[in-house]
């Protein structure tokens, strides 16, 4: 179970990266350059979508890289992460496979009794 969180943390938080990297940089270009009519609105609070963007992936990858030794902050990093992208970003068709992946790792990880046998 260690493992599949792992590789599940992994790819969730790459996934959080690429919509991270969209999100900060929408709220970056339209601070930047201003609405654009209907097209493009400033969200309602960018430096949450900012710190969101940012922290996120980093809970997913930091936590995939302890699921094999140190299951419970393991868990619990990558559930923070799939939280913080729900927040932040809505269940959405770019967010349900960083939400459910970020989200199953965890508890894989925190439902593992043992270490993995080889």
Known sequence: MRNAALTLGLIGGVLAMIVGFFGYGYTEFI?????????GQQVDHPAMIKFASFLAPIL???GAAMARSQNIPAG??????????FVAFGFGVFTMFPIAMCGLG??????ARQPDTH
């Open 106 to 111: 965890g508890v894989l990880a925190l439902a």
């Open 76 to 85: 619990i990093l990558m559930l923070a992460a799939a939280v913080g992208i």
């Open 31 to 39: 601070a930047k350059n201003g609405a654009i009519g209907d097209f």
């Open 60 to 62: 997913a990858i930091a």
